[in-house]
């Protein structure tokens, strides 16, 4: 396995950590974080994804760099990007932080997505993401930091940036699925 393949793997296994951080009582208390109160479990997790996120940004890198690129870099990479975006929408969520119908709509995006690729898998066909798609994860990945640091950065100014930044990120996802799913109808017009 190579070094951008390690890295994606890397980021799977920060969603368990992640998820404790999140969902178990730990009673830590609240701390004061760019002037707004927060509960530490919500910074630390917040933290976390973040940082989970950022090795997209670095595995991509670094397979493009030295030419590490693979179909199973391919393939695992946006398999972590829904599994950890899913992980924290579903946590957002259970905090109350995010209408249910909103990540309803992105969750099933991301597996009528992975449906058609295995689709195309079964076709001989491995399609990287499309600048659209990776838009898409990075909107999702600003609206969620954002939703988890309780929209902290904005707060003092009273501008609901996380809001606006979910439903834009809710936009781009139904927009690049619609685009995957037009760009790739052969292989379902092909289907009997």
Do not use: C
Not at 97 to 103: F, G, K, L
Not at 141 to 161: C, D, G, R
Not at 163 to 187: K, Q
């Amino acid at each position: 396995m190579n070094l951008p393949n390690k890295i994606t793997v890397s980021r799977i296994l920060l969603i368990p950590l992640f998820l404790i951080i999140m969902l178990v009582p730990f009673d830590w208390g609240n701390v004061a974080f760019l002037g707004a109160e927060m509960p530490v479990a919500h910074l630390i997790g917040g933290l976390i994804f973040i940082l989970a996120s950022a090795t997209d940004w670095v595995d991509g890198y670094y397979a493009r760099k030295y030419n590490l690129v693979t179909n199973m870099g391919k393939f695992l990479d946006p398999l972590a990007d829904k599994l950890l975006v899913s992980a924290a929408l579903i946590v957002l969520v259970e905090l109350g932080y995010a209408a249910s119908w909103i990540v309803i709509l992105i969750i099933s995006r991301e597996f009528a997505v992975t449906g058609l690729r295995l689709v195309l898998a079964g076709e001989g066909e491995v399609v990287a993401a499309n600048m659209l798609g990776k838009i898409k994860t990075w909107a999702q990945i600003v609206a969620i930091s954002a939703l988890l640091l309780h929209n902290v950065i904005f707060e003092m100014i009273s501008i609901p940036f996380a809001d606006i930044a979910l439903w834009v990120a809710l936009f781009f996802t139904l927009w690049s699925g619609w685009d995957y799913f037009y760009l790739n109808r052969h292989v379902l017009k092909n289907s009997k």
